[in-house]
């Protein structure tokens, strides 16, 4: 006895064997909503996060560049002739590059030997950014010249000849402790002779002429840019602008400006004579370099600020 049999054509079994048109189109719609959903999300989700890099982001320039400006800012003594020229969007100075200390004096007094920059103690007298180029400036303590109350002064001088690796700064001096470092020595050739009363063990400070300022680069967005420059026997010689941060608003001469530089005396009035300044205020107006474009915000560039004063040293 046969317990199952197959329906017959005619029963409603045999035709369901599939979806209808009618429930295809269902759920079609179904998933284009939850898909136009899911891309709904995903869209806000990448315009949330694509905003707020552009905030960030100009958030991060100001910041870096008040932070570059205030380091540099700090270290002039401009009654010491520290700068050279100045302005509302630029300040051109001289800026520290390195330290070290006499080992030793080469054949003439114009020629000095520094220990080498690596020392096996781990306490190297010689500190720099970068060596020493031609045109850099040099000061160097001469502690027996007096100059009217002064019982010491820095001497200044001019780096001529590029510093030559491989001097020697024998250990008697005590500034090196092996025959490796005794023959790593820096040799450099000053413009003038040093005075009798410098003596080995003097300091020596290292400055570079700079020049920090806003620029527009060939994006046609404006940045905060500094350039090296080399002050020869003959004339300075500065290289291309390299941008730190940004970019910033336009530069201006009136009314809001990418970077503001304003320069006061000991009196707290306005000066123009680089000698004079005490104070240096500092404003700085970054933007983002594309439209922000965040949820409660509204569409546009979108702009941050900071300002401070540095008092510089006398």
Not at 74 to 80: A, D, G, L, M
Request: net charge positive; proline share 6%.
């Amino acid at each position: 006895m046969r317990l199952t049999s197959k329906p017959s054509p005619g029963t409603p079994y045999a035709r369901r064997r599939g979806l209808t048109l009618i429930e295809l189109l269902i759920v079609l719609v179904l998933l284009g909503v939850v898909a136009g959903g899911m891309l709904g999300i995903v869209a806000r989700q990448q315009q949330f996060y694509t905003g707020n890099a552009g905030i960030i982001e100009t958030r991060g320039s100001v910041r870096q560049g008040l932070t570059v400006l205030q380091g540099v800012l700090r270290t002039i003594s401009p009654k010491n002739r520290d700068i050279y020229s100045m302005g509302r969007t630029f300040i051109e100075l001289r800026e520290p590059t390195g330290s070290s200390v006499i080992c030793q004096f080469g054949a003439t007094r114009n020629v000095i030997v520094l220990p080498p920059a690596t020392l096996s103690a781990g306490t190297g007298l010689t500190s720099w950014l970068a060596p020493p180029q031609v045109g850099d400036s040099v000061v160097i303590y001469d502690s027996g010249r007096k100059v009217g109350t002064a019982d010491d002064t820095w001497d200044p001088n001019d780096v001529i000849v590029a510093p030559i690796a491989g001097a020697t700064c024998p250990t008697t001096t005590g500034f090196t402790t092996t025959p490796a470092e005794a023959a790593a020595g820096w040799t450099i050739t000053l413009r003038n002779t040093l005075a009798s009363t410098v003596l080995q063990g003097a300091a020596v400070r290292f400055f570079r002429r700079a020049r920090y300022e806003l620029f527009q680069a060939s994006d046609g967005l404006w940045y905060l840019g500094m350039r090296d420059c080399m002050t020869g026997p003959t004339a300075a010689s500065c290289s291309g602008l390299t941008a730190i941060t940004g970019p910033f608003l336009p530069a201006a001469t009136t009314g809001p400006s990418g970077l503001e530089l304003t320069y006061y005396d000991v009196t707290g009035a306005v000066t123009t004579d680089p000698t004079q300044v005490r104070r240096i205020d500092i404003v700085l107006r970054a933007r983002s370099a594309s439209e922000v474009n965040t949820p409660g915000r509204p569409r546009g560039i979108y702009q941050d600020s900071l300002a401070t004063s540095v008092t510089v040293r006398n």
